[in-house]
């Protein structure tokens, strides 16, 4: 099967346009079929301060009210994922950017609320994902840029966690591609000491999950990757890589630089 990267970067690397101009470069220059999963939180943070909008959290996660949902829509669907695509394009690399409403790519249901309302968040319903549509783009040679929004099929748009939306186009397109899911971030890969920079554990199977789990040896913080990472290879996802966004270009070779689940 042909190889297929799906690569999700943070608000860490968009925040910092000399870190993104770099990354970008790097991103551009991988000659295989390409997604990019772009965040932007703290860019929805600082325009909704703006315009009079204040962001609330509960448990680290954004509750998306009816001003933010449009705010979300306006940075993430708008100003990040087309300033993305435009600098792609002056790298040569013919990018297309999309929410989950386009071409009917992503569906989801609005979270139920059970605790906490969290408002215009959507739910991937993983089994609709427009994976005919994502192969004619892919087959046409372009390189998919993906705002972490999605809809409800009524027309309401909906704020989806961009880790999400990336494991479950990895899943989604499993079957059609040899498929590398990546996670880039500002830390070297996922570390058996938080103070230790350099203690990268290289790769992680299921059963030295359980061991570092027993022994209390990751932050509460990576857990959530790594879970989300394991769901994608159950369903089919080669590989999953968390690592710095700086390593990008050995993180699409066989000789990895961060960690890798597998």
Do not use: W
Request: proline share 2%.
């Amino acid at each position: 099967m042909e190889q297929l990267f799906v690569i999700k970067i943070g608000g860490n690397v968009i925040d910092d346009e000399k870190n993104l101009a770099a990354f970008l470069q790097n991103f551009a220059s991988i000659k295989a079929k390409k997604i990019l999963v772009h965040g932007g939180g703290k860019i929805a943070t600082k325009i909704g301060e703006q315009l009079g909008i204040v962001s609330n959290y509960v448990n680290g996660r954004r509750i998306t009210d009816e001003a933010t949902i449009d705010l979300v829509t306006m940075v993430y669907g708008g100003l990040v994922n087309k300033k993305i695509v435009a600098q792609l394009q002056s790298l040569q690399c013919d990018a297309i950017g999309l929410t989950g409403a386009d071409a009917n790519i992503i569906p989801a249901v609005k979270r139920p609320v059970k605790d906490i309302d969290y408002g215009f968040v959507g739910d991937v319903e993983k089994e609709k994902i427009a994976v005919k549509n994502l192969e004619v783009l892919l087959a046409n040679n372009f390189t998919l840029v993906i705002a972490p929004l999605t809809h409800d099929g009524k027309g309401q748009m909906l704020n989806t966690n961009a880790d999400t939306v990336a494991s479950s186009l990895a899943v989604a397109l499993s079957a059609s591609y040899n498929v590398r899911l990546i996670y880039c971030f500002e830390k070297n890969g996922v570390l058996e000491s938080v103070a230790d920079e350099n203690s990268v554990i290289t790769l992680i199977t299921k059963e030295k999950y359980q061991q570092l789990l027993a022994d209390k040896k990751l932050f509460d913080g990576i857990l959530p990757k790594i879970d989300n990472a394991f769901a994608a290879i159950n369903s089919g996802v080669k590989e999953v890589l968390i690592g710095h966004a700086n390593d990008l270009l050995q993180n699409v070779t066989p000789d990895t630089k961060g960690t890798l689940i597998k």
